[in-house]
């Protein structure tokens, strides 16, 4: 298995970001997909969920409506469409594999993580 992010970087407060996760090592319409964010001193915090299909998200209240994940199945590829962004949304945004279709499985595979600076 492996993940990996793309798409992070440095973005003015209000600013948009769009991050991309490649996956492959496995079969990536099978499976729910997530982000999480780790800030410095923080804990490590589920941003958003995808169901294999597509069909099903949620997110952290702290994202919602700003924020959107979505799934491109032919392209094994899991996006988060950061808009509005705030400096408390400074982070490592991390890719991540669950067990299973839905999104009540757990994680099961990491990325290793790609930093989103918000700031003047």
């Known amino acids: 298995v492996q993940l990996v992010e793309s798409g992070g970087g440095l973005v003015q407060p209000g600013g948009s970001l769009r991050l991309s996760c490649a996956a492959s090592?496995?079969?990536?319409?099978?499976?729910?997909m997530s982000w999480y964010r780790q800030a410095p001193a923080k804990e490590r915090e589920l941003v958003a969920r995808?169901?294999?299909?597509?069909?099903?998200?949620n997110y952290a209240d702290s994202v919602k409506g700003r924020f959107t994940i979505s799934r491109d199945n032919a392209k094994n590829t899991v996006y988060l469409q950061m808009d509005s962004l705030k400096p408390e949304d400074t982070a490592v945004y991390i890719c991540?594999?669950?067990?299973?279709?839905?999104?009540?499985?757990?994680?099961?595979?990491w990325g290793q993580g790609t930093q989103v600076t918000v700031s003047s």
């Open positions: 995808i169901s294999s299909g597509g069909v099903n998200t």
């Open positions: 090592g496995f079969t990536f319409s099978s499976y729910a």
């Open positions: 991540t594999k669950r067990g299973g279709r839905s999104l009540i499985h757990p994680v099961d595979f």
